[in-house]
């Protein structure tokens, strides 16, 4: 009987023996591991299909042999498999399918099934490459692979895991609104595939105060320091016109204005409203409109146009507490700037004393692909000391 | 709302029009005094009176040439073909004639006209009396195909196809003539060009025209009772032109589809669909398109073999069934 080289998968030509168990002369009784084979995608025993003498090996150790190709003789065996033979090998293939060329074959052996291109479909084959998908490891259930079998792998099974993680642990589920859901994406996507740097300046915030101080007891109410840093930031923004940038894919896209957004957190989520050229706006303009649109956000009865776009945004959580945070990059923008809480900080004064002064640190996070770090720099620099001289900014 | 069958429904398609129009006239052998050899005209010559309801010599030569003449100067003839492979006896005009002409002479000249054939199979007429003809007449730029399954369809495309400013080919489905539909009331005008889809469904597409419809129906019932699998059915309708917004979304639904033609195979209004699923809608696919036909043979004349040759509910059943576990 001629052993031949088993079929080792789909696109796998040929195997190599990794080991005989056998040397020529040897006895070997059906189902005894006969010889260890491997491709690069697997390895298997191959079992003797019937007892016999091991009368020939006709390829050493290490060597490759294409798959059909006779790998060995077994002498004194059954040509056709007794039925006490165990089925050798594991599937896809039997390892003792004969070439058709010997003499009395009765009949040529069924093809092993291969998982061939026609029997994964189109629609299979595109959601497979948008998802990441690779198709040699589904598995081969002998049916032809459809879309459902890839939105199955790609969706289900990871949720699937973490639910079986947490069975045991008292929880409630929620369904994801499709904010979260689009938080979610956006987010992950940009912090994948942006190259965020990040770098911190403390401003003092004596000079803003007692400005808001002056314009609180004259006029009786004064925009927020999230309206005076927006201003701050757009005309930072027009003083270093290299970072008023956005990365268009192919190309770059400078802007002559700064449309600046703002996060504005929500019960179940948040949207970042944009101010349009806020350099041209005033503080307390810049408040009011601020105010209509975090209201309006609340409401849900924000448009597209009022938060798509904007070159640059800011999120402001000073006002609980945190003294300093890395926000993420709100894509298709270039940059945000995290706002911390003002906090009294110890400061050594010209004539060598301490003094008590209002400090702010903000965070400024920049996509490197269009910003690089003097140009962050700077406009971090031109940001400080647009707040830190407020009356400007009126 | 009324039961009318689908031969009541052509005749009451063809009187609204001409009650509406008086440049509408009906021409074609027995069509007046006979009412038709389908019974789809009975009634038209007694209301309409002899000069707007014409019988014609046995000539579909003269029958056509004259409709294009009426149509050229200022009529809108109905005319009948009695079956439709007697097209073939006056094929130039539709092949060279009705759709060039509005083209050939800069819109000088238009040709709005009807022609109406018995299309189809189902009641053993034999090899020469029972084919589908759609493919003969879609192929020619500038002429429009209509092909209605039920009755109220007939009425509301009818009235469409007098009333549209080009040429259409109106086959009427000689196994049809006989089954009954509710037509609503009152003036019926649908519009040209548009599918329907007939049975909503999630596992495949089943595309059909005429008599297949219905057996498509019957099938899809069968596939969801007996093996869960969910059809949808879409009624083309318009051949031409063809509502291929519906075919290609409903595709994206269900990513199987599956025309059922009554022609032979070769060259069937199904090859030109699938090529068209399969230029936009490739990606959508999550098996090949399969087209199931009458075989390419004549249409035998006894019924147990006129059975064998024309799709039926049997077979597209199989063919789906087969093609969705494969």
């Given at each position: 009987m001629n052993i031949v080289m088993p079929s080792?998968?789909?696109?796998?030509s040929e195997g190599k023996i990794v080991q005989w168990f056998k040397a020529v002369g040897d006895e070997v009784a059906a189902g005894e591991p006969l010889l260890e084979v491997e491709s690069d995608k697997t390895s298997l025993e191959i079992e003797a299909p019937a007892s016999g003498?091991?009368?020939?090996?006709r390829v050493a150790e290490d060597d490759i042999a294409p798959v059909g190709e006779i790998i060995c003789i077994l002498a004194g065996a059954d040509e056709q498999p007794a039925e006490t033979v165990e089925a050798p090998a594991p599937p896809p293939a039997s390892p003792t399918a004969e070439p058709p060329s010997t003499e009395d074959v009765p009949g040529d052996p069924a093809p092993p099934p291969v998982r061939g291109?026609?029997?994964?479909?189109p629609r299979a084959r595109k959601l497979a490459a948008e998802k990441g998908i690779d198709l040699t490891q589904l598995a081969d259930t002998g049916a032809p692979v459809t879309g459902a079998d890839i939105l199955a792998k790609s969706n289900a099974v990871p949720a699937a895991d973490v639910s079986l993680m947490y069975a045991d642990t008292p929880h409630q589920r929620h369904t994801i609104s499709s904010m979260r859901g689009t938080i979610a994406r956006r987010l992950t996507e940009a912090k994948q595939t942006i190259p965020h740097f990040y770098m911190s300046a403390e401003i003092d915030l004596g000079p803003l105060e007692q400005l808001r101080n002056e314009l609180r007891s004259k006029v009786g109410e004064c925009p927020t320091v999230t309206a005076f840093a927006i201003k701050a930031l757009a005309e930072a923004l027009r003083a270093v016109p290299e970072a008023n940038v956005v990365w268009a894919g192919d190309s770059i896209l400078q802007f002559e204005r700064a449309d600046i957004a703002v996060a504005v957190a929500l019960d179940d989520g948040l949207l970042t409203p944009v101010i349009r050229d806020a350099g041209g706006k005033t503080p307390s303009s810049i408040s009011a409109e601020l105010k209509d649109l975090a209201t309006r956000a609340r409401q849900g009865r924000l448009q597209p146009a009022d938060y798509e776009g904007g070159v640059a945004s800011i999120s402001n959580l000073g006002m609980h507490g945190v003294g300093r945070f890395q926000a993420i990059i709100?894509?298709?923008?270039a940059l945000i700037l995290a706002l911390g809480a003002s906090e009294r900080r110890p400061r050594e004064a010209d004539d060598g004393s301490v003094q008590f002064v209002s400090q702010m640190t903000v965070t400024l996070s920049a996509d490197h692909r269009v910003v690089d770090g003097v140009t962050g720099a700077n406009l971090l620099a031109a940001f400080g000391t647009r707040l830190q001289a407020p009356d400007g900014l009126l | 709302m009324a039961q009318l069958t689908y031969r009541e429904a052509v005749a009451r398609g063809i009187a609204q029009e001409m009650a509406r129009d008086e440049d509408v006239v009906l021409l074609g052998e027995d069509v007046a005094k006979a009412g038709g050899v389908f019974k789809a005209t009975d009634g038209i010559l007694e209301r309409f009176g002899p000069r707007r309801a014409l019988d014609t010599p046995i000539s579909e030569q003269a029958i056509l040439g004259s409709a294009m003449g009426a149509a050229m100067t200022g009529l809108k003839p109905i005319a009948e073909i009695m079956f439709g492979d007697f097209v073939a006896v006056c094929y130039d005009f539709i092949a060279n004639e009705f759709g060039k002409t509005r083209y050939m002479t800069d819109g000088q000249v238009k040709c709005p006209l009807v022609v109406r054939m018995a299309n189809g199979g189902g009641v053993a007429f034999g090899a020469q009396h029972s084919q589908s003809v759609e493919n003969w007449c879609m192929q020619f730029p500038g002429l429009k195909v209509v092909a209605p399954s039920s009755p109220a369809d007939v009425v509301g495309l009818l009235a469409a196809a007098v009333r549209d400013p080009d040429p259409v080919i109106f086959l009427e489905h000689k196994g049809l003539y006989g089954t009954r539909g509710e037509v609503p009331d009152g003036e019926i005008v649908d519009t040209l060009g548009t599918a329907k889809i007939l049975r909503p469904g999630t596992d495949c597409t089943l595309i059909a025209v005429g008599m297949m419809v219905p057996r498509s129906l019957a099938a899809a019932e069968q596939l969801k009772a007996d093996f869960g699998i969910d059809a949808e059915v879409i009624d083309?309708?318009?051949?031409?032109?063809?509502d291929t917004r519906t075919l290609l979304a409903s595709v994206g639904r269900t990513h199987r589809v599956f025309t059922v033609e009554e022609?032979?195979?070769?060259?069937?209004?199904g090859a030109e669909i699938v090529s068209i699923i399969a230029d936009e809608a490739f990606f959508d696919l999550d098996g090949p398109p399969v087209r199931i036909t009458a075989p390419h043979v004549p249409i035998s004349t006894p019924p147990h073999l006129e059975a064998l040759v024309i799709p039926s509910v049997e077979r597209i059943v199989e063919a789906v069934r087969q093609s969705l576990a494969a």
């Open positions: 080792l998968g789909a696109s796998v003498t091991l009368s020939e090996i291109r026609s029997q994964i479909s709100n894509p298709p923008q | 083309l309708r318009s051949l031409m032109p063809l022609n032979p195979r070769v060259l069937g209004w």
